[in-house]
């Protein structure tokens, strides 16, 4: 952070600049999630890879801030479709401004990204976000189908957050290399680190679920639980389990056990077959690949920054 | 439609082959909205406005299917804001699969729309487009935050129309002349056709809403009376009302008086007042200034066609 807390000025200026409207209700909506205790974990990314390149200019703010952009409308998207309540430890959007709001607002920051792209005027930056936003689409509908699915595998669950997380990781570093005109190798090493991070990244948030006792970021504990969803966690608890147990997952994520009873055998299973372990084991691997993926890079603040940013990552779910 | 069947069926095998994905929910809901009785007037527009300048290629039909899939995220997105279950006749897709998935769909429609821009490769049609689909989120917004609002006044309401819709007809007709490469007054002068077009268009459908007894296209006839809607019948027969008139108004609009008793009296009304006849003459006023925009343009087999269409759009109230 404070390697790019200049850049991270100019990129926060476009936000607070391009998310307002004559209709009041868009910045007082988006201003909620955007102000509202967002890491900025993409558009830092953005910022990190352009000076790991030595990238002097300011074109990457726009490009940042687009990334958040598509960040913010997925957040308040998502929050419609789980019905969620809380996220970064606030009331949601939807919760105070109702489910049209955060769907219209959503697509209006969605709209908004891209006349930020426009504005910067790279087609080559635009083929790569316009692209990751569709995956990313794809990965979420994948997601709703899956849920509360329990026969759905480790391969599946790796599609899906490889689409919904990972793509935006990877387009928010790939767009430094574009902007720095750096090599097509460059690209593809800073892609893939994105692309490890990203995947790295939700497997730990998919932990953090499970990990009552640990810092959750704000979420509701359980969240993803109750709603069903297929993380790597369950799968890999259901796989190792007794029939009884097996049993259990199916009903808990049919929906029928859904109680904090339920929540602590669920967080009890995935303990006693190692599956959390496993799953936090999976995430230190994609991480270990992220890192691998800078190798070409020589020493720099930047890279020591991009490596602690994988540390960061993976380190939440303790 | 005569005139350009042959590009309309290029534009549709763009359509069906770009609303694909391996995730097979999307083609399947999305299809049900884009096989299901869409007029494909937006798409249409484009080619007759290409038609008209003698465009001899093909660049406009990936243009045209990227605003047919702008315009279906916007209908799937409408449909889950106004918790609709009807459109053109058939049950909407919120209530057959769920809102979630309309969301989520939606959303992979629009950034699909990004991607076939993107690959046209001209950033003067990405910054029409882009722009528009801002200028619609933020319509939508306005719209919203009208709603149940009895004091929302005509010019009000003829700003969200114009955003809400009026916008994309008009960057619909615009890029035609940009692939075309015809100069900046044939440009405006096309996008004054589909702004007044769209604005006819809209106004016709609200009085469509209050007329029962004539053509509904399908919708449910008195939904946007139930939805608290401020359309111009309502805020011409609320100007216009006795003080119980006014009442009754200021009732049915916060939701209180929806029966269908009180939308026989809101028919009523719109009639005795002459709102609704008022309203019609709007749109006609307005169907009549985006023919004016053709003047410059010599008589030709496209020029009928898109006279024709604004005819079309106007009486379909009768």
New interface residues.
């Given amino acids: 952070m404070a390697l790019v807390a200049r850049d991270m000025n100019g990129v926060n200026s476009v936000i607070l600049e391009r998310m307002q ?6 910045p007082e909506l988006a201003g909620h999630l955007i102000a509202g205790g967002g890491k900025r974990m993409r558009p830092m990314l953005t910022l990190a890879c352009a000076n790991l390149l030595g990238y002097p200019g300011t074109r990457h703010h726009k490009l940042a801030a687009a990334v958040e952009f598509i960040h913010t ?1 997925t957040l308040l ?1 998502d929050d ?3 019905g969620s309540g809380m996220r970064r430890g606030k009331r949601t959007a939807n919760l105070i401004w109702g ?3 955060s ?3 959503g ?2 920051l ?3 990204a ?2 930020l ?2 504005e910067d ?1 790279s ?1 080559k930056v ?2 790569i976000l ?2 990751a ?2 995956v ?3 990965g ?3 997601q ?2 899956a849920q509360r699915q329990i026969g759905t595998g480790e391969e599946q669950y790796l599609d899906i957050i490889g689409a919904k997380t990972a793509a935006l990781f990877a387009a928010a570093c790939r767009v430094a290399p574009v902007v720095a005109e750096a090599s097509e190798d460059i690209e593809l090493a800073l892609e893939s680190y994105g692309k490890n991070l990203g995947i790295a990244f939700q497997l730990t948030d998919d932990v953090i679920d499970y990990a009552s006792d640990s810092a959750t970021m704000g979420k509701g504990v359980g969240d993803d639980f109750r709603d069903g969803k297929m993380t790597l966690p369950v799968i890999l608890a259901y796989a190792r389990g007794t029939a009884a147990d097996r049993r259990f997952w199916e009903e808990a994520i049919g929906g029928d056990r859904i109680s904090d009873d339920d929540l602590a055998r669920a967080v009890s299973l995935v303990r006693s077959t190692g599956a959390l372990a496993d799953a936090i084991a999976h995430a230190r691997q994609y991480g270990r690949r992220a890192i691998d993926a800078l190798a070409a890079f020589p020493v720099s603040k930047a890279k020591s920054a991009l490596t602690e940013a994988v540390e960061f990552a993976v380190s939440r779910a303790y």
């Fill in positions: 409207s004559k209709v009041a209700l868009i409308a998207h419609v479709v789980d489910n049209p709001a769907v219209l607002v697509d209006f969605f709209s908004r891209f006349e792209m426009v005027g087609l635009l083929r316009s692209h936003s569709a990313i689409a794809e979420e509908v994948e709703l189908t």
